[in-house]
């Protein structure tokens, strides 16, 4: 394939995982820059005007799992829908099938469990994270394609542009440092983070997330790259 006419993928990733737990998560939704980034994006907002006209949540507010589920989050214009665990629910696996569904886009995670805690667990998520990006490099190089990350956050973490950089600039396929962008401002990334929280709930499966316990089963795995998350 002529590099001029090579595919370029656009990787959307967040995090999820807490060092009390041991869990380290990465999740991603991924499209290429083409007609489906349109699509993908297009299907998403019509479904954020439907959550403004059903639950009074406006197509800029952003959707974060945590504060959305937890109830500490004021997504909506309603104070009633704010204050009700089911209509939460209910916008979180309504936004969850929208994704899962989509036919210009798909998702991934790859994760770990670890013992360690305090800086030991900085070191083990920044190893994780690494061989996350190689595993990407990876697959776009069996598909013969470049891509790009972009990820939530403000670029302080310098470790993630040392994972960049550690791959072999001879056959990599993962292009720059990644790209950050603040979830607020970005409907992919707040996508990547609604994905990311649902693979961590799955993997961890604590007592009072229950509910959302097989949601990446039934919202998400049929779109996963993977076939489901990927332990590394």
Known sequence: MSPLTTPVRLLYIDDSGAEATGFIVYSWIETTLNDCWRGGLRGWLDLRKDLYVRYRIPPAAELHAAPLLGGHGRPSLDSAVNSSKQARNEVMELALATIGSATDFRVGTVYRETTARGAAYGRERSVVYEAFIHHL??????????????????????????????????????????????????????????????????LLRAPNKKFAWDWYDQHLRAADVNGGPVLL
């Not at 891509?147 to 973490?157: E, K, Q």
């Not at 994972?163 to 292009?175: E, G, N, S």
């Not at 970005?186 to 983070?193: E, I, K, L």
Request: avoid cysteine.
């Open 137 to 202: 490099d990876a697959r776009l190089e069996l598909a013969d394609e470049w891509g790009m990350a972009i990820m939530d956050g403000n670029g302080s973490d310098k470790g993630y542009d040392s994972a960049h950089r550690a791959l072999k600039l001879a056959t990599r396929r993962v292009i720059e440092d990644p790209l950050f962008q603040s979830s607020h401002r970005s409907q992919w990334v707040q996508m990547a983070d609604l994905v990311a929280w649902t693979a961590y709930q799955s």
